[in-house]
């Protein structure tokens, strides 16, 4: 809700904008065009037809699997790089990710019999990366570190800034991570534990 207004309002409007009487009508127009915007025109319809759940449901998903991959900082990310780098690749880095939000995002509304609510949702795959993440390098099968390695060194070399090539280069292994943090959850084991099993 507060996206929708200019920064400078938040705190002198606080009141407000929290009481807005068109506020629901606002989170859910920014969540649909969002959506859209990056998961595609056939977004919804595709996951639909891929799981049968409804479009609310659908677009919570969504929101969990952006907001719990802090998906709008990546996005950032890659907008920053307009003009710096061949116009091809960017638009492959932009694929990385949707690749990601759409893959996360059908996994919740297959293995989720009922979705969190969006913060409780977005809250725990925090806490999953949280535990699994600062643990990849470690726990990765040498293979799957020089596929890693290798796309960070090519998009590095590319112009991508480094930390940004490093985020990017392990989507392919982060997208694994609600699989992971529900593994542990079945077999009531800690997140480092599982991943190490999995990998």
Known sequence: LFDYFPNEMDEPYRA???GHRLRREIISTLLAND???RGGP???SRLHELTGRPSHEIVG???IARDGFELTELYAGIDALD???DGKLQLSLYRKVTHL???VTAWSLKNEAELPAVDEGVQALKEARGGIEPDLQRILPAVLQETV???AKELTEAGVPTPLASSL???PIAVLIPDIALTARQAEAGLGEAARAFF
Do not use: C, H
């Open 35 to 37: 959506a859209i915007n």
């Open 61 to 63: 998903a969504f929101a």
């Open 42 to 44: 056939t977004f919804v």
């Open 149 to 151: 390695d290798a796309s």
């Open 169 to 171: 280069a392990l989507l």
């Open 101 to 103: 939000l759409e893959s």
């Open 16 to 18: 407000e904008i929290e």
């Open 83 to 85: 003009g710096r780098i």
